[in-house]
């Protein structure tokens, strides 16, 4: 049953995990850290939100914690993924196609601080609603409006000279 649990959802988590933290090993780690957390604690899901809404959040969660501890959400070269298959900001949202961003795009996003590059990517590049983002940080909506905004402020300042010339 578990495996099924795993199965279901790791493609999208993997995305997630290398969303936030630009290197596929430590995404694959990310990703290991969270499923062994869903298994231990899989008897405290409530069902009050969407299972999958469950294991993002605990995702997040662990990648916030795990970047104060080491770093993990480190602002690379990204050049130095150009021959890695998973490079770029990926969506993979719904029945859309995945994409690749702009890499100044991704060196501004990976600049900003981790609350807002994490709500950023879960409602740009995971097409996540700021309801659904609230419930995966636990905070409020007006929280992550703010966060979203704060964000976008930062990306059109680091942004300007390369996109408004």
């Given at each position: 049953?578990?495996?099924e649990?795993?199965?279901?959802?790791?493609?999208?988590?993997?995305?997630?995990?290398?969303?936030?933290?630009?290197?596929?090993?430590?995404?694959?780690?990310?990703?290991?850290?969270?499923?062994?957390?869903?298994?231990?604690?899989?008897?405290?899901?409530?069902?009050?939100?969407?299972?999958?809404?469950?294991?993002?959040?605990?995702?997040?969660?662990?990648?916030?914690?795990?970047?104060?501890?080491?770093?993990?959400?480190?602002?690379?070269?990204?050049?130095?993924?150009?021959?890695?298959?998973?490079?770029?900001?990926?969506?993979?949202?719904?029945?859309?196609?995945?994409?690749?961003?702009?890499?100044?795009?991704?060196?501004?996003?990976?600049?900003?601080?981790?609350?807002?590059?994490?709500?950023?990517?879960?409602k740009?590049?995971?097409?996540?609603?700021?309801?659904?983002?609230?419930?995966i940080?636990?905070?409020?909506?007006?929280?992550?409006?703010?966060?979203?905004?704060?964000?976008?402020?930062?990306?059109?300042?680091?942004?300007?000279?390369?996109?408004?010339d």
């Amino acid at each position: 049953m578990f495996h099924e649990l795993v199965a279901l959802h790791d493609k999208r988590i993997m995305i997630l995990a290398y969303q936030l933290t630009q290197n596929t090993q430590d995404a694959e780690d990310l990703c290991q850290d969270v499923f062994l957390k869903v298994y231990r604690n899989i008897k405290s899901y409530k069902f009050k939100s969407d299972f999958y809404t469950w294991i993002y959040r605990i995702t997040v969660n662990t990648a916030l914690n795990q970047k104060r501890k080491s770093s993990l959400l480190p602002i690379t070269d990204i050049h130095e993924y150009e021959n890695d298959p998973h490079m770029g900001w990926v969506s993979d949202v719904g029945d859309s196609p995945v994409i690749d961003i702009a890499p100044d795009i991704a060196i501004a996003v990976n600049r900003l601080p981790p609350k807002q590059k994490t709500v950023f990517v879960l409602k740009h590049f995971q097409g996540q609603k700021i309801r659904e983002i609230a419930v995966i940080l636990g905070c409020s909506e007006g929280t992550i409006k703010r966060y979203l905004f704060r964000a976008m402020e930062k990306l059109r300042t680091s942004l300007k000279d390369v996109y408004y010339d």
